[in-house]
């Protein structure tokens, strides 16, 4: 059967990418000790351009990275045999929904809110009986979300947020901005992403995209992993592991297959 036609929003984003994935290197370090902890491979899905899959690979750990969209395994294959890792890394063009490993490993990460792109509790169980199958018994799964934050939610709705600048090869100045509108009942984010670029002060060129996400609350999401037959075993509020209490922005999953 043919492959229906979509729309992959991440062969835009893929140019800036990591300028825009920036602020979030304090998960790298997080995902490489718990990867280099087990017997690999070590399976992430929503690899993306390789951002924590080849710290994984250069920290001596076979990594299988899944991804739905071909524009960002291209760069992350091109950038794996740049750092030397290209043997460590199996790049493999599928859905997280469905993929399964096989044989089955010790650890599936989902990094940096990949998880947040399925947008139904079928998409999302679908995910979650997709990774069990993935997993040897007593094997991890480890993620990453947001916290949803009602107040940054209100305050941002239908906002052009500035996301930080860089300059990019040809010396242009380089504007990253979000614009995100929040569905509060269907708890859906609809989020716009542009570069403007600029040449001095005069805008040259505005490249957009954009994607849905399904916001994910904490306890919405351990019945998730109970639903699925997963057992919680950790759940930290940042990357150095502390607890998810007080003003903690991210939901750090720990889950156990049993
Ligand atoms: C926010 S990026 C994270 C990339 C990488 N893990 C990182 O930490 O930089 C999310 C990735 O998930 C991928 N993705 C979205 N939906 C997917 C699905 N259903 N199955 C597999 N990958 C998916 C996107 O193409 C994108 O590359």
């Given at each position: 059967m043919n492959k229906p036609i979509t729309f992959d929003p991440y062969s835009i984003l893929v140019d800036f990418y990591d300028h825009w994935a920036k602020?979030?290197?304090?998960d790298i370090p997080f995902y490489v000790k718990r990867a280099a902890a087990?017997?690999?491979p070590v399976v992430e899905l929503?690899?993306?351009?390789?951002?924590i899959a080849i710290p994984i690979a250069r920290a001596g750990q076979d990594v299988i990275g899944v991804d739905l969209s071909g524009a960002m395994l291209t760069e992350a294959a091109r950038r794996a045999a740049a750092e030397g890792v290209v043997d460590k890394i199996t790049f493999i063009e599928a859905d997280m929904r469905a993929f399964v490993a096989d044989p089955p490993v010790e650890l599936v990460i989902v990094p940096?809110?990949?998880?947040?792109?399925?947008?139904t509790a079928d998409d999302q169980l679908a995910a979650l009986a997709s990774i069990r199958r993935s997993l040897v018994s007593g094997g991890r799964l480890i993620l990453n979300i947001f916290v949803p934050d009602p107040e940054t939610q209100v305050a941002l709705n239908g906002r052009k947020t500035s996301h930080g600048e860089f300059v990019d090869e040809r010396g242009r100045r380089c504007e990253m901005w979000g614009l995100p509108e929040y569905d509060v009942t269907s708890q859906r984010l609809h989020l716009r992403v542009g570069l403007d670029i600029y040449d001095g002060e005069r805008l040259l060129d505005t490249i957009e995209t954009a994607f849905d996400l399904r916001v994910i609350y904490r306890y919405e999401f351990e019945h998730l992993l109970v639903r699925a037959g997963f057992e919680v075993e950790a759940l930290y509020g940042w990357f150095d592991e502390?607890?998810?209490?007080?003003?903690?922005?991210e939901q750090i999953w720990v889950a156990r297959k049993p």
């Open positions: 602020p979030q290197s304090e087990v017997k690999g929503g690899a993306g351009t390789g951002r940096f809110r990949g998880f947040l792109h399925l947008l502390r607890p998810l209490e007080g003003d903690a922005r």
